[in-house]
Nanobody, 114 residues
Framework: QVQLVESGGGLVQAGGSLTLSCAAS????????MGWYRQAPGKQRELVAS???????KYADSVKGRFTISRDKSKNTVYLQMNSLNPEDTAVYYCYAAYSITYWGQGTQVTVSS
């Protein structure tokens, strides 16, 4: 069964850092694009960062220079390093994998206090 399991969310003060992890089951995930979306209360889900199987990356303008997405194919894991966090980054962060269908993780809460 295909699964994406996220970890690493939590509460952090503004200016702090967190690293999210998304562990995927199945070797297929080494060869497909993956990334992170987030959804803040009352807002639409937005794409934060994505990474291809060749490790090309894209970022939302709001996180460029602060967030870094990476993947470890040997561990079937994608990471999101988040620095200089601010309260506007508060959201539930969802890992996804784009295959014939889109797979989603269960989400992990990130709360940034001012």
């Amino acid at each position: 069964q295909v699964q994406l399991v996220e970890s690493g969310g939590g509460l952090v003060q503004a200016g702090g850092s967190l690293t999210l992890s998304c562990a995927a089951s199945g070797s297929i995930f080494r060869a497909i694009p993956m990334g992170w979306y987030r959804q803040a209360p009352g807002k639409q889900r937005e794409l934060v960062a994505s990474i291809t199987s060749g490790s090309s990356t894209k970022y939302a303008d709001s996180v460029k220079g602060r967030f870094t997405i990476s993947r470890d194919k040997s561990k079937n894991t994608v990471y999101l390093q988040m620095n200089s966090l601010n309260p506007e980054d508060t959201a539930v962060y969802y890992c996804y994998a784009a295959y014939s269908i889109t797979y989603w993780g269960q989400g992990t809460q990130v709360t940034v206090s001012s």
